[in-house]
């Protein structure tokens, strides 16, 4: 506290990312990071990249990498919107979007971030409950007589759960919500769901927000990127123009737009970490653990006779490092990253031996 301080800044509750332990030789699972390099090809443009050329301002429009994207994704260039990581991208979505006289609405249980952007910003929020098995029902995101939202945004898969709302559903929401602005953040699409940008041309209400973090494995990089409407993105570059207005440095865009044409690495990437999670939930099964359905590179798991927060505990002696939560309805639960057969295989082991001791 200072009385130099702002008022905002007096009021403001920062977001607590997943922590990045300085020390080696940790089996670390709390941060969703993908445990596979980047493409070699994005690797070698940034390479090539790292010459007397970073004397001069990157491209303020990041004009190549928004073409790649376009391309990729089969939508126009000016559908698409790109920032440093997803979050600067949803940060200006709030502001520029979301920021209405209604609230805005989201479930009680989702990433983090969107209560601590609301505050930044002043925006007020209704938390809608997720369903008892924690899925998300289209249903109680429809506008109702008295009660309509300002905005609607959640992740698909949902954060911290990995739990999948089929696209279906998200049409649903869309299509019944024509006045206000609903924004699909999938950060963990690329490991089992199908995207929303197929509906991006039928509604201009839709913003869907991906990011290179976790499937791309470039979470170092901080790359992400929103396809919406050509309205929308106009919104957002109007925001981020008032702002910073070179985002993306040269090494992001030319190692970006690299792995965007590294199509085969990406998928075979992807795969690995499907089928190392299929794996991870059958034996996690078998030790006890009640694992809620992932589509995500995560699980979200809860063991009946043993304390999440004991159990974290347990593993970080083990040089084990999990992701729990202390908040309501989740605070038995237990979020672990899906690493490599290997990892996981250690983590299997010191669970086995936690709960048999
Ligand atoms: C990881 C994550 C992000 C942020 O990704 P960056 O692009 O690294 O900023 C956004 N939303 C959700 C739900 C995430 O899990």
Request: aromatic letters at 10%; charged letters at 20%.
């Amino acid at each position: 506290m200072s009385r130099y301080w702002s008022s905002v800044v007096h009021g403001l509750t920062p977001y607590v990312p997943g922590e990045q332990p300085k020390l080696e030789h940790l089996v670390k699972l709390n941060t969703n990071e993908n445990p596979y390099g980047p493409s070699p090809r994005a690797l070698e443009a940034i390479q090539a990249a790292t010459g007397s050329t970073l004397r001069l301002y990157p491209d303020p429009n990041s004009d190549a990498l928004k073409a790649a994207l376009a391309t990729y994704h089969k939508v126009r260039t000016d559908q698409v919107f790109v920032g440093n990581g997803s979050d600067e991208v949803l940060a200006h979505v709030f502001l520029a979007l979301l920021n209405q006289d209604q609230p805005l609405w989201f479930p009680d249980i989702t990433y983090s971030f969107y209560p601590v952007y609301c505050g930044l910003y002043g925006i007020q929020s209704k938390l809608v409950p997720l369903r008892e098995d924690f899925s998300i029902r289209a249903e109680d995101y429809l506008p109702r007589f008295n009660d309509q939202a300002g905005g609607i945004i959640f992740p698909n898969p949902n954060a911290p759960t990995g739990c999948l709302l089929p696209l279906a559903g998200i049409e649903r929401i869309v299509a019944g919500n024509p006045d206000v602005v609903v924004v699909i953040d999938e950060a963990y699409v690329d490991f089992g769901g199908d995207t929303a940008i197929a509906l991006v041309d039928r509604y201009p209400n839709l913003l869907v927000v991906q990011t290179f973090s976790k499937g791309r494995s470039l979470a170092g990089l901080r790359v992400g990127f929103a396809v919406g409407h050509p309205a929308l993105v106009e919104a957002l570059e109007r925001v981020k123009n008032s702002f910073n207005s070179y985002p993306l440095d040269r090494l992001a865009i030319v190692g970006a737009v690299a792995s965007v044409q590294d199509e085969a690495y990406f998928q075979e990437n992807c795969q690995k970490v499907v089928a190392t999670r299929q794996t991870l939930v059958e034996e996690m099964g078998q030790l006890g653990f009640e694992v809620l359905p992932s589509a995500a590179n995560f699980i979200f798991a809860r063991h009946p006779s043993y304390h999440a927060m004991e159990l974290s505990m347990a593993l970080r002696e083990k040089a084990i490092i999990v992701r729990h939560f202390r908040k309501p309805r989740i605070d038995q639960y237990l979020r672990i990253t899906v690493g490599t057969d290997e990892q996981c295989r250690i983590l299997l082991d010191a669970l086995a031996e936690i709960l048999g001791g």
